[in-house]
Structures are given as C-alpha cells and as structure tokens.
C-alpha cells in the first residue's frame, strides 16, 4: 500500500492510515443515510472474507511446518516455523474455519447482492489490483537506485546556474546573491509573455543588478512551462555533461491565505521541469512577513516565540 498510510505518527499509530479510514466510513455512512441494515452486509462481507483469508493462510503455514522434520525451523516471511507434531490437527480447525467463513460470506454476497453487496464485490478486487500495482512500483524504485550490478561515476561536473526572474525588485536581489554565492557560471531568464513589460525588465536589470546576461524568452502564448522546458532541454544539448541549476524565487507569506493569492508559479516550474535528467530546481523564499521596526528590517528567525507574538500583537 502507499508509503504514507504506514507511518506512524507521535502516537506509534498510523495516523494517516486512520484518518483515511475514518473519511471512507464516514462517507459510507453518509451515502448509507446511516442505515445499520444497509451497512451490516457490506461489512460482513468484508469481516468474513478476511476470516476465510486468514485461516486459509494458516492452512497453508501449516502444511509447510508439516514437511519439517521433528525439531527443525526455518525462517518464514515475519517468523520462525518450528515443527508441531499437532500441526495435522491444528490445520485440520483452520481448514474447517475457512470453509464456514467463506460459505457465510457467499450467502451474504448472493442474498444482499442487490442490496449493496455489489459495491463490495467490485471494489475488493479493485484495491487488491491498485495494492498490486504499487507494490510492483516500488519494487521498480528500489531496484532503480540499487547499486548492485551497476556501474558508477563519482566524479566533478560543471553546473550552469539559471535564475528565473519575472521583475527587478528586493527578491531578485536575494535570487542574485545566492547565485554569486554558488560560484559557477550564472545568468538570468525571463519568460517574456508580454513585450512591453520584458523591455521594463531589462532596463531596470541593468540600471540595478549591471551584471550577469538577462535572457529574455518570448512566449506569445504566455505559458511558463513550455518556454523554460524548452530553454532547459537546449542548454542540456548544447552541454551534455554538465549539469543545469535553476533558481526560482517565491514569496513566502505569513499564512496560508496571503499565500493563496499569489501565483506560486514555482509549482508551474517544477512540474516543467519534471523528467528532465541533471536539472536541479532550488527555491529560494522571499519572506514577506519580515517586520519593520524603526526603519530597520527584523529578521524573524532571529526571533524567540515570545518575541514573535508580541510583534505580531503590535501588528495588530
């Protein structure tokens, strides 16, 4: 299943496991109109399925530990299996179990079939396919980053750096800073999608920044993702064996709400950027809910949580 459905949260419990549960049965009950005869029969379907799958897999435990031989283990899936001299008995109950289990889950499935039962029938063979299928893809993530049989270089290449910019303003400034400080060759690009504005761009970028080349890239269309897709995947040709770095600014808000009604186009850039082979995205944040106290700018991580909330009461 999903990674995030087996981590355990602060409690050692799977939170988001539970929390997923607990949205499906509340909607069940909702679409239900929380009727208990609607519900019983979908539940017991899938209590008695269970029932049968388990004693049938004890069933199967029990006739590996009947091909031992007396005082012999062998290490199973999660445990040890050790030879039981009663194992013919134990698998005899357990086969049993399975037989009554499942007849009582097809006498559900075919008496309440028109009653609901149909929704359980199709969508337990439907969530044991999707298990399938992510369980086969992480097998083929683990066995892409395995090192095992596989040839590797360790070696130092030349990165190019490019910084996305949309204006010339106190970002921009941070955006360019951090290039410089990377030390490799660096330039900027700017999505042109409209002209007028590009050309404000470019003399504001060399009446303040004067330094580093400002490409501008014409999108008539105005799309973000195509234009810098295409410019990335050209400079990956034109260097095969280096690699391409691309800054992108964002302006990190105090809450969720004034970030919502922002663009956040660094979203738009990752996924333009997604697929593409030695390109690294970096962003770089903004942080507006810097305050200003006395003409001087107050950097908030220097700040304690009594210091945060008596300058945000201030604010008020």
Known sequence: MPRQLTIRGGRLVFSWGIITLAAFASLLV???NASTSALIPLYAIGVFLSFTISQTGMVVRLRKIGRLKP?????????????????????????????????????????????????VIVLIPVLVF??????????????????????????????QTVVLVDGVHSGTIELVNFAKSLQHPWHAVHIGVNPEKSQKVQDLWDEV?????????????????RPIRNYVENLLRENPDSYVHV????????????????????????????????????IVPHQIG???NGGEVVDRNMLTKADLRRTDSGNR
């Open 30 to 32: 909702i679409v239900m």
């Open 130 to 159: 999707l298990f399938f299928r992510v369980h086969h893809h992480y097998k083929d993530v683990a066995h892409a980053l395995s090192l095992r049989d596989k040839t590797y270089d360790i070696a130092v290449h030349p990165v």
């Open 71 to 119: 005082g012999e283990s062998v290490q199973g899936l999660e445990t040890v299996m050790t030879y039981d001299p009663r194992w013919r008995l134990k698998m005899v109950v357990s086969g049993f179990g399975a037989v009554c289990t499942g007849i009582v889950m097809m006498i559900f499935a075919i008496t309440k079939f028109t009653s609901g039962a149909w929704f």
């Open 247 to 282: 800054v992108v600014g964002h302006l990190a808000m105090d809450n969720v709400w004034k970030q919502a009604l922002h663009q956040n186009s660094v979203i738009i850039f990752n996924l333009a950027l997604n697929g593409l082979e030695r390109v690294v995205l970096t």
């Open 290 to 292: 810097r305050q200003q």
């Open 209 to 225: 920044i004067g330094e580093g080349e400002l490409v501008v890239v014409s999108s008539p269309y105005r799309q973000l993702n």
